[in-house]
């Protein structure tokens, strides 16, 4: 089968599409054949060498895909062949077939397309889990999320306005804070306008913030964190801004000067917490990912919410869409199709 292979860290043309053996069918395995992947910004991190949770190189990124079960492996019940899943998975993805544990192939929602399942597992499970197992969300608070009109902030602009909270969604252009308000925030601060502080300012002045689901890093970061009513929670998903390379002394200090980071002192002062999570702790922990899938898949539909689906690429053009994710020009998921995956539900 072809599969995107990372040997060495670098730009987007470091990832070689290469021919590997199919992946082995173990006891209590189903066989996928993919249709369609989910791109991720922790992909973009991987490749450029910047991510802790990366395997050892060479390997096939990826780690969500959509598809159908083509083979069922020994001692699993329960299961059909041609039944269409979405998985999560720490690599291996980026992949024309992939084999993951039975129970982790979780049935696609049925009026969901293959591309909006390939959109829907890490960004809607991650908002989910940082919004209501963290910061423990409830329904009169007001709640800020970085790079909203993103893949996790689509999910989670949708989530907090779904649970009837005020929305103050914060992203990189104009152009983006329209989309986030077409799925309900109520409020939009652009944080590469010149008068950023200010016209955050004028939003939080009456009211600060109770939460604020944080993935950027730096100024972004601090002017969050300084935003936080009394018992107000900030929770950091991740630090988009990340860059440094081995030979740039200056660019290791600027990573460390934008991580995001406070003074306990400061936080008792001010009753705030820092939280932070990582939602592949999850996937060793089958009953507490089944537990959180059914509560997010009931929530889902109960409000009638969909992942938002901004751009889609052949498998061929897979370090395109990384290209593009790294620009900043992106909205909602970048989705790669597999093959002919038809994309209707
Ligand atoms: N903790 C977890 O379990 C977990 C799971 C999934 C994702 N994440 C994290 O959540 C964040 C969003 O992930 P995603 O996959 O949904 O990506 P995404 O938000 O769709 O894309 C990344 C966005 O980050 C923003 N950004 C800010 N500074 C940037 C910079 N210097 N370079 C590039 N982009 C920058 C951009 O939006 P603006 O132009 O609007 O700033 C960009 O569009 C990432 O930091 C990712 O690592 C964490």
Excluded at 162 to 185: H, I, P, W
Aim: proline letters at 5%; charged letters at 25%; glycine letters at 10%.
């Amino acid at each position: 089968m072809r599969a995107w292979t990372l040997r060495r860290s670098g730009p987007p043309k470091v990832l070689e599409l290469t021919d590997v053996p199919d992946p082995e069918l173990g006891s209590g395995d189903v066989l996928i054949r993919v249709e369609a992947i989910g791109i991720n910004y922790a992909e973009v991190l991987s490749r450029k060498g910047l991510y802790g949770w990366a395997p050892e190189r060479p390997y096939v990124p990826g780690m969500e895909v959509a598809g159908r079960i083509e083979v069922i492996g020994p001692d699993v019940v329960g299961r059909s062949v041609g039944e269409r899943v979405l998985c999560g998975m720490q690599y291996g993805g980026y992949a024309e077939r992939v084999v993951v544990r039975a129970n982790r192939a979780l049935p696609a929602p049925d009026h969901f397309s293959m591309d909006e399942a390939a959109a829907f597992g890490v960004n809607f499970m991650t908002a989910w889990v940082a919004l209501t197992e963290m910061a423990r969300l409830r329904p009169d608070d007001r709640v800020a999320i970085t790079a909203a009109a993103g893949g996790v902030g689509t999910a989670a602009v949708q989530i907090a306005s779904a649970f009837g909270c005020d929305v103050v969604a914060l992203a990189g252009s104009e152009e983006k804070l329209e989309l986030t308000r077409s799925l309900g925030a109520a409020y939009t601060v652009n944080y590469r306008a010149p008068d950023f502080e200010s016209s955050f300012d004028s939003i939080t002045a009456d009211r600060g913030l109770d939460v604020v689901l944080e993935v950027v890093g730096g100024d972004v970061f601090r002017a969050c964190n300084a935003r936080l009513a009394n018992f107000g929670r900030l929770i950091v998903v991740g630090y988009a801004q990340l860059d440094y390379t081995k030979w740039n002394p200056f660019s290791w200090w600027r990573a460390w000067r934008d991580a995001p980071r406070i003074k306990v002192m400061d936080a008792a002062v001010a009753s705030t917490g820092l939280l932070a999570t990582h939602i592949g702790y999850l996937l060793p922990d089958e009953e507490r990912l089944l537990g959180v899938w059914s509560a997010l898949s009931d929530f889902v539909a109960a409000h009638d919410l969909r992942p938002i689906v901004g751009s889609t690429w052949a498998f061929e053009e897979l370090p395109e869409a990384h290209r593009f994710m790294e620009s900043r020009a992106s909205t909602g998921k970048l989705v790669v199709r597999v093959g002919q995956g038809e994309d209707s539900p």
